[in-house]
């Protein structure tokens, strides 16, 4: 006889066995692409057998698709989160630019993704990226855009094309971490700019600087920086790094 106990465990382990399956999928993608995860690595990674696999997922196409938009769903729920609340406009997007800059050093498998879904993009392949624009980064985008424009005409941030923040702030993240092995060769052997204590410095100077450019009054701006530093560590690492620095100068040393 079914009980209302064991219904309800059983479903727990099937969205457990289910969770499992993705979070391996997303490392066995990021790491492997499309084309060279296989289904058999991504089971015994998540402890269970192939037909479970296949009972939940139609196939690796759909278990891809799936594994993608899962940790997009997270991204834009930890972006838009930090985009409310109580504060100011100016923090609100401060805090905004720190999370993706945090995204970007924690989140590897989903910057692994993102990467290979832009190449299939740029070869008119079938990708990803139009569903995840409707559901995930045109929202977000959209708030993002509410933010800002709420900081400029309350004359707590510059008068400036909201547009731009986001380029100037959001740009110079990605950037950070896609030249990473270029400045490293630049800069020397000895400062690597993934480094723990270099990546940190980074982090915080790069949110000073915004809350000395964007702010009318600097005197606030440094401030608020100072704030939303202070209440938001610096996470550890996500552990796989993106694909652009997996053959990285730094990383063949480190070998």
């Known amino acids: 006889m079914t009980t209302p106990t064991s219904t309800h465990a059983s479903s727990d382990r099937s969205a457990e066995s289910r969770t499992r ?105 079938e990708n990803a990226l139009t569903t995840l624009a409707e559901k995930v980064f045109r929202p977000l985008h959209e708030r993002m855009m509410q933010v800002i424009g709420e900081g400029v005409a309350s004359g707590e941030l510059i008068a400036v094309d909201p547009l731009q923040f986001t380029y100037a702030a959001l740009g110079a993240n990605v950037f950070y971490f896609l030249s990473a092995p270029m400045m490293r060769l630049v800069q020397g052997k000895d400062i690597d700019p993934l480094d723990p204590g270099v990546l940190e410095f980074r982090r915080s100077a790069a949110i000073t600087y915004l809350g000395k450019a964007i702010f009318v009054d600097r005197a606030h701006g440094t401030r608020v920086a100072a704030r939303v530093l202070a209440l938001t560590p610096m996470p550890p690492s996500g552990g796989v790094r993106p694909h652009w620095l997996r053959n990285s100068a730094s990383e063949s040393i480190e070998k």
């Open 21 to 125: 399956i993705l979070d391996a999928a997303i490392r066995q993608f990021s790491l492997n692409g499309l084309a060279g995860a296989r289904t058999e690595q991504i089971a015994e990674e998540a402890g269970v057998n192939k037909a479970l696999l296949y009972y939940y997922f139609k196939g690796k196409e759909d278990l891809y698709a799936s594994a993608l938009e899962s940790v997009a769903e997270g991204v834009r729920a930890s972006s838009v989160a930090a985009l409310e609340g109580s504060a100011t406009p100016g923090e609100r997007f401060l805090c905004a630019v720190l999370n993706h800059f945090d995204r970007i050093h924690t989140n590897s498998g989903f910057q692994n993704l993102m990467q290979q879904e832009m190449i299939r993009l740029h070869r008119g392949e």
